[in-house]
């Protein structure tokens, strides 16, 4: 009883979001996310590198520069330090040793760990003019160019059209039937791609695209991380303008050799079948596919490991949510080694889903009554036990190793107190526990 009320109290700390108005972040937290640096991004030699718990932090100042953009911190507007983080980023004047910029490498899949931060925090900043009207024109058109760039990722890795193993860089594994975090940041992409431009509009743009005279306009950006990114290999301009057939190389893990093959991205983006114009459906079916477990503390990889909490906090041996639907996928899925349960892979679904999600609700895209409510519920499981296992500790299985996870260690150093406060704040809590 005593974890169980332990865990309560971690997750139930702010109260739920009201029709009529929605709460706010705590200033503690705002603090924090302003005071952080802000991101940045690099691609050299098709290694990317990136910044988790900068990037949760743009998304929490983001979101309180949102709702009260003249609220002070350290004698600054939050819509100030929110303009002056996406400054940070839009603009490098001149190159790294390595050659590298600032900007997101707009590689699609698994760049979306943080590359559907970036596109929330431009949403967010045009729909609030305190922030909009302190970039210059050049800096808005960086962002434009920006969003755009990670819109072409997203419709090059997801589209129905496409049937892609590897990512912009032409090297990279991916395919969108992996695991959520392979998948949803782009899927967030797109979302707030369509929000900031219009469905029609960024249609007509992907219709227009043309990939010599986009380069063009990176190279005047010095958008050097995206242009190393698509040339690293010279097939992905025809491939992004035509469409056609490209091999998985040879130097890859799996899948050496593999022809795919897709239409490019000059046409109009569908997913599933869901257009631009149903984004709650895009949003629903990724969330939908990461809460998806019934709860389990003890999952059997195979016969010489089975998952288990350690006892960090108290001595229980299950979760309180046990039986109840709405588990993290990665709690209970397969790698390239077999069968994975995994803290940290969890983690990184939620990292991904929350910033998307609380950004629908802040520009009124949230479908409540076309099961907003039902997400939530599971999210409140899956968020509640996820949160049970970090504080307790979980013995963990991944890539064929026993790997142990716990929140100090594994999650706060990418940035779990902003995601966590994120759903505090604005998602309903968990429901009782199973018993």
């Keep these: 009883m005593?974890?169980?009320?332990?865990?309560?109290?971690?997750?139930?700390?702010?109260?739920?979001?009201?029709?009529?108005?929605?709460?706010?972040?705590p200033a503690d937290l705002v603090a924090l996310a302003v005071r952080t640096?802000?991101?940045?991004?690099?691609?050299v030699d098709h290694q990317?590198?990136?910044?988790?718990?900068?990037?949760?932090?743009?998304?929490?100042?983001?979101?309180?520069?949102?709702?009260?953009?003249?609220?002070?911190?350290?004698?600054?507007?939050?819509?100030?330090?929110?303009?002056?983080?996406?400054?940070?980023?839009l603009v490098t004047e001149t190159p790294y040793p390595d050659g590298s910029t600032r900007e997101p490498e707009a590689q699609g899949g698994i760049g979306g760990w943080t590359h559907a931060v970036p596109a929330h925090a431009l949403l967010l900043a045009k729909r609030t003019p305190a922030v909009w009207v302190q970039l210059s024109a050049d800096e808005k058109a960086r962002a434009d160019l920006l969003m755009q760039a990670l819109a072409l990722a997203a419709h090059f890795c997801l589209d129905d059209d496409n049937d892609y193993y590897v990512l912009l860089d032409?090297?990279?594994l991916f395919h969108k039937s992996w695991n959520p975090n392979h998948v949803e940041g782009y899927?967030?992409?797109?979302?707030?791609?369509?929000?900031?431009?219009?469905?029609?509009?960024?249609?007509?743009?992907?219709?227009?695209f043309d990939f010599d005279r986009f380069l063009a306009r990176l190279e005047a950006a010095n958008f050097q991380n995206?242009?190393?990114?698509?040339?690293?290999?010279?097939?992905?301009?025809?491939?992004?303008?035509?469409?056609?057939?490209?091999?998985?190389?040879?130097r890859q893990t799996i899948a050496q050799g593999v022809i795919t093959r897709?239409?490019?991205?000059?046409?109009?983006?569908?997913?599933?079948?869901?257009?631009?114009?149903?984004?709650?459906?895009?949003?629903?079916?990724?969330?939908?596919?990461?809460?998806?477990?019934?709860?389990?503390?003890?999952?059997?990889?195979?016969?010489?490991?089975?998952s288990s909490l350690m006892h960090r906090a108290s001595a229980a041996t299950e979760s309180p949510w046990e039986g109840q639907m709405g588990m993290l996928h990665e709690f209970e899925s397969t790698d390239w080694d077999g069968l994975r349960t995994s803290l940290g892979y969890a983690f990184e679904g939620v990292m991904i889903d929350i910033p998307t999600a609380v950004t629908l609700k802040l520009v009124g895209e949230w479908r409540a009554d076309d099961g907003g409510d039902l997400l939530e519920r599971r999210?409140?499981?899956?968020?509640?036990?996820?949160?049970?296992?970090?504080?307790?500790?979980?013995?963990?299985?991944?890539?064929?190793?026993?790997?142990?996870?716990?929140?100090?260690?594994?999650?706060?150093?990418?940035?779990?107190?902003?995601?966590?406060?994120?759903w505090e704040v604005y998602f309903a809590p968990p429901p009782p526990p199973s018993k």
């Design 226 to 250: 995206i242009k190393r990114c698509w040339t690293w290999n010279p097939a992905m301009r025809g491939l992004m303008m035509h469409g056609g057939t490209i091999a998985v190389a040879a």
């Design 37 to 43: 640096p802000a991101p940045r991004w690099k691609f």
């Design 48 to 89: 990317r590198m990136r910044e988790m718990r900068e990037t949760f932090a743009l998304q929490v100042a983001a979101v309180a520069a949102f709702q009260a953009p003249d609220t002070i911190v350290d004698g600054k507007s939050l819509a100030t330090h929110l303009a002056e983080k996406l400054r940070y980023f």
């Design 187 to 208: 899927v967030g992409v797109i979302i707030s791609a369509s929000l900031y431009f219009g469905p029609d509009e960024l249609n007509a743009f992907f219709k227009d």
């Design 170 to 172: 032409g090297y990279s």
């Design 379 to 422: 999210m409140g499981v899956g968020m509640g036990d996820m949160l049970f296992k970090a504080h307790e500790g979980y013995r963990s299985f991944s890539q064929a190793k026993p790997r142990e996870y716990n929140w100090d260690d594994t999650l706060m150093p990418m940035g779990a107190d902003f995601i966590v406060g994120l």
């Design 262 to 306: 897709g239409a490019g991205v000059r046409n109009d983006f569908t997913l599933n079948g869901d257009t631009l114009h149903q984004l709650w459906l895009l949003h629903r079916a990724q969330a939908l596919r990461l809460y998806a477990k019934a709860v389990r503390t003890r999952v059997t990889a195979n016969s010489e490991f089975t």
């Design 2 to 25: 005593k974890s169980i009320l332990l865990c309560l109290a971690l997750a139930v700390t702010l109260p739920l979001p009201a029709a009529t108005s929605r709460p706010t972040l």
